[in-house]
């Protein structure tokens, strides 16, 4: 059995009782834990009370639709993955889904294969954002020092410096994942969780700022870094 797998807690949200227990039966043969939702506020309730790897999210639910339950449930959990299931299968209900939160998106009918290796990928996925570390209230580094409970910091000069709840939530991030690249989406999904989308520009003034803050040198960054076309990224260690 896949070590992975037999650690995986699953989330099926299906009202479809012939759908819901087809994943059910073979995600258990994958070695997965497996819990069922027949409905959107059902769902919410078991994402509050339990951990999931992955949520299989169905669009059309009674009550409250799949689309509904992703953003509510991204207000609450950012980073649990969402494959959503949809009889709907043109681009736009595609990108709507993944603009609403969603990490994948599978048309019904779907190939049984393709969909349990996109399950394997986004519980992997999961997998590595568990594994980010996290920091305390306050940080200190050689740039500076961060309060994230006070909203401010202390410079490279010692010199106190108020901080937005945007710039708070951005410097967490980066700092959790220390050493590592965070995409532009995965930033959108966390700090701005959906709801405004600012232009690449915001995300890379709120870089320089935080150069003007905690680099000796702004143009020859040690701290923060802007990767084109990828992301964004901390290296807490100055290289040798």
């Known amino acids: 059995m896949n070590h992975l797998k037999s650690k995986s807690n699953l989330l099926v949200v299906e009202d ?3 759908i819901s227990e087809l994943l059910q039966l073979n995600l258990e043969l994958e070695g997965y834990e497996v819990s069922v939702a027949r409905t959107g506020m059902q769902a919410i309730k078991m994402v509050k009370a339990e951990y999931f790897d992955l949520i299989i999210l169905d669009i059309m639910l ?3 639709d799949g689309i509904t339950v992703c953003e509510t449930i991204r207000t609450q959990n950012m980073d649990v993955p969402i494959l959503f299931l ?3 299968d043109s681009i736009a209900d595609k990108i709507e889904g993944l603009k609403k939160g969603g990490d994948d998106y599978l048309t019904k009918p779907f190939n049984l294969e393709e969909l349990l290796l996109r399950v394997e990928k986004l519980v992997a996925k999961s997998k590595i954002m568990q594994h980010s570390t996290t920091v305390s209230d306050v940080y200190e580094f050689a740039g500076g020092k961060i309060d994230f409970a006070a909203h401010e910091c202390y410079d490279k000069n010692g010199v106190r410096q108020e901080l937005s709840k945007k710039e708070s939530a951005l410097l967490k991030l980066l700092i959790e994942r220390d050493g590592e690249t965070v995409s532009r989406e995965h930033i959108l999904q966390v700090v701005w969780g ?9 995300i890379d003034n709120f870089i320089l700022g935080f150069r003007k803050h905690f680099e ?6 040690v701290y923060f870094h802007s990767i084109r ?3 964004y990224k ?3 260690k100055e290289k040798k």
């Not at 959906?194 to 915001?202: F, G, I």
């Open 234 to 236: 901390f290296t807490s």
């Open 229 to 231: 076309g990828v992301g």
């Open 62 to 64: 009674p009550e409250m």
């Open 16 to 18: 479809e009782e012939n």
């Open 216 to 221: 000796k040198d702004t143009r020859s960054p």
């Open 194 to 202: 959906y709801s405004v989308y600012p232009t690449t520009r915001t």
């Open 86 to 88: 949809s009889a709907k």
